[in-house]
């Protein structure tokens, strides 16, 4: 009796399809699966390769087919694409998964176990509090400009609103208008209570995890950096050096090149939208220390004598990251400074 080698699984909410090959190529099972299916077929079948795509559920699945002994590979949707014949159909997808498994030069998805996905779902959790608590913010703001109420952009401005909202004495505000925005301004207090517990937690941990300890040593790296670093790369010896994995992050620029000519435009923003955007941010920061009186290193005051801001942030950004990686890799603390203080 012939044996299944490889299985391409095309995820779901409801209704899954497989896709089972033998070694030599030959098709033998191509059916849809309930949810409720899914296990007893797998735990029925002698360990093989099982392919699928990565999504919001791959991560439980790969752990719970993993535990029958089948060894499962996860791949980015993107690069399942190519393999798809003629029109898109979950038979169709199953194929291409299938295929695009037993490619030799396939890239993988680390699987994420329940306690790493639980350590994204804390930061996850973070930031969605900061993006409502902005959200909010910016919305108060807007309407008190309305009425001839101006405050300047930031977190640090809101508290002054808020207590305008709050002085009875002041009559610039319509009571209709007062007792919505005070909704608003309890919201805006809920959520910072909300995200400095995370932080306490975030911070905590991180200091009880010796590699992220290593991490903040990184000028720009702080524990939120540290945290979302580990909770996002699992195996850094993946990436072949520094530069591999800043183009993973996506603060790389995107090329276009043909014919010999090399064509670099904007960073290609293809990696992990937190990660890009928390390196950015604590680039910023040190940049900011010029101001103070910081002198930068040569390469990065040169650089932000020739070109934009945001070009230079992006550059110390991308050194951050690759700095990450040989810690990650090499081991060892920081040791060299990136910015040193004027005699």
Not at 50 to 69: D, K, L, P, Q, R
Not at 119 to 130: C, D, N, Q, S, W
Not at 186 to 209: F, G, S, W, Y
Request: net charge positive.
């Amino acid at each position: 009796m012939e044996k299944i080698t490889t299985i391409g699984l095309d995820l779901a909410k409801s209704v899954f399809q497989v896709h089972c090959i033998t070694e030599d190529g030959h098709v033998l099972v191509r059916r849809a699966l309930r949810r409720s299916q899914m296990l007893d077929f797998f735990r029925s079948l002698a360990p093989c390769l099982v392919g699928m795509e990565a999504c919001a559920s791959a991560h439980y699945w790969a752990n719970a087919i993993g535990a029958f002994g089948h060894k499962v590979r996860m791949m980015p949707a993107a690069y399942v694409k190519a393999y798809v014949k003629r029109n898109k159909t979950d038979a169709a997808d199953a194929e291409a998964i299938c295929e695009a498994v037993s490619r030799p030069t396939m890239r993988f998805v680390p699987i994420k176990s329940p306690e790493e996905q639980a350590a994204g779902m804390v930061l996850k959790t973070r930031e969605l509090f900061v993006r409502q608590r902005s959200q909010t913010a910016n919305a108060m703001r807007a309407h008190m400009a309305e009425l001839g109420i101006i405050a300047a952009t930031g977190m640090a401005s809101i508290a002054k609103l808020i207590a305008i909202l709050r002085d009875g004495d002041d009559a610039r505000l319509p009571a209709a208008a007062r007792a919505a925005l005070l909704e608003m301004a309890e919201q805006i207090e809920r959520l910072t209570v909300r995200i400095e517990a995370l932080d306490t937690k975030i911070v905590a941990a991180v200091k009880n995890d010796e590699t992220a300890r290593r991490l903040t040593s990184i000028p720009g790296v702080g524990p939120i950096i540290a945290a979302t670093v580990l909770a996002t790369i699992h195996d850094p010896a993946a990436f072949k050096t520094g530069r591999h994995l800043a183009a993973w992050i996506g603060i790389t620029p995107r090329a276009n090149s043909s014919g010999g000519k090399e064509r670099l435009g904007k960073i290609s923003k293809q990696g992990n939208k937190q990660l890009r955007t928390l390196l950015i941010v604590g680039a910023t920061s040190i940049l900011k220390q010029a101001s103070r009186g910081v002198k930068l290193p040569a390469w990065l005051a040169s650089l932000m004598a020739r070109r934009p801001y945001k070009v230079a942030a992006v550059a110390l950004a991308n050194k951050i990251a690759r700095t990450i990686w040989a810690l990650l890799v090499k081991g060892g603390s920081y040791q060299a400074p990136l910015i040193t203080t004027r005699a």
